[in-house]
């Protein structure tokens, strides 16, 4: 199995998933680039099903209430804030 | 170059306010590490002015042990990068091979130590980025077991192969440094209890007699000439202390870094999706909606080769991808870990370079990912495994220091110092 090429659409549609506005220049670069490591993952092509037996422990704390950050302090990081809220873009 | 070798984003004094073993010493913390009040940028113009609110459980460990911290290191741009060159703020140089990378992506924390600037550091290893700028500058760095030290404000790239550990000068400064750090955290659900009587520093004898030591082969020669020379002599060094050495071939660890960088890049693209100008990051303020000022903020704040990571691990979970690429990253990861637990039934200790090159000139690959991908052949498998691995200095070739990696099993931390304290 080989992959398919990576085109320009391909390379703006996974940006658009990951909601990065990319320059057209890198757009380009990343489309050749990603066809050269995308090549290389294909080795994994040759990889038998393994039938991993984890031994997994679920680990719980009690759902209690803790000193937490302050609003004040939450809100530090924030470049745009409204009052004690964040302030983002609008939705739509 | 805001300090000598550029080791340093921020340079800090925060005091430690308790007695212990590390009073009196100067730590240097890896700039994903959260501090206090004290900016933490990941090496990302995207949190260039970022303050967290809380310190990482490991800084509170070290400054309770009494140990003063001097600075923020320098590092890959989120730790995506093995020569600190993807750092937002410049290259780190090697002090012990001017003009050549320090390695990555925790080369601040190793230069520090290194040049003196710092007695120990800390650092993170997602596939290799203790151990990779430890054997670049010469110096003692350990990748931890998985869960044996808390993560907890650690900004995370990709958490299931991630740890923190520490780098120091010699392997017993190391271990006394990850005495301090090493234990649960009822802030990390991953932490465990390591089932050591005593302190990794009391398991520092030198004495290799009776230990097996299993040469990865395939890792050995996939090696540059220079490195391989180095290698063999130390393993000839740990004979005549009278350890037995077997040879080893591994068949999953060819597929290991195809696996790891489809693992790493994928979690990287969940956990960087948090970075969206609104709660902290780059400004917002932009035009348009939520999703077009989003894009445009990830746009400006992110370097290439995160832009890189972020799209390919978004590809490998993408409708259709999915089986094709995680799924079988994940087959492999197992396939390593059994390799692994199967190679531990014949010998102790695993070998190999912990590079597979000596460190290149500042600039010589940037524009060569897959190129820069492969020189973390040697180092990924450890992570996949979960196992504890460290890089001990062994000499150096054409003026470039040479690194030896010892691999353990999970929480045989004892057995990479008593090893490691071997060779030097």
Known sequence: ?92 | MSSEYNAFITDATIEGDGEGVLSGATVAVKDNISTKDVRTTCGSAMLESYEPPYDATVVRRVLDAGATIVGKANMDEFGMGGTTETSAFDPTENPRAPGHVAGGSSGGSAAAVAAGAADLALGSDTGGSIRNPAAFCGVVGLKPTYGLVSRYGLIAYANSLEQIGPIGPTVESTARLLDVIAGPDEHDGTTRTADLEGSYVDTIDGDVSGTTVGVLRNLTEGSDERVQTRFEAAIDDLRAQGASIVEIELESIEHALAAYYVIAMSEASSNLARFDGVRYGVSGGYDGDWNEAFASTRNEGFGEEVKRRILLGTYALSAGYHDKYYKKAQDARAWVKSDFTEAFTQADVLASPTMPVLAPKIGENLDDPLALYQIDANTVPVNLANVPAISVPIGEADGRPVGLQLIAPAFGEGRLFRTASALE
């Open chain 1, 1 to 92: 199995m080989t992959t398919e090429t990576v085109n320009a659409d391909d390379v703006r549609h996974v940006a658009d998933l990951a909601r990065i506005d990319l320059e057209d220049a890198e757009i380009e670069l990343f489309e050749e680039q990603f066809a050269e490591i995308l090549e290389y993952f294909d080795s994994l092509d040759e990889v038998p099903a393994v039938d991993a037996d984890e031994e997994l422990v679920n680990v719980m704390r009690s759902d209690e209430p803790h000193e937490s950050l302050s609003q004040a302090t939450a809100l530090k990081n924030a470049p745009e804030t409204d009052d004690d809220y964040f302030k983002g873009p609008r939705v739509s």
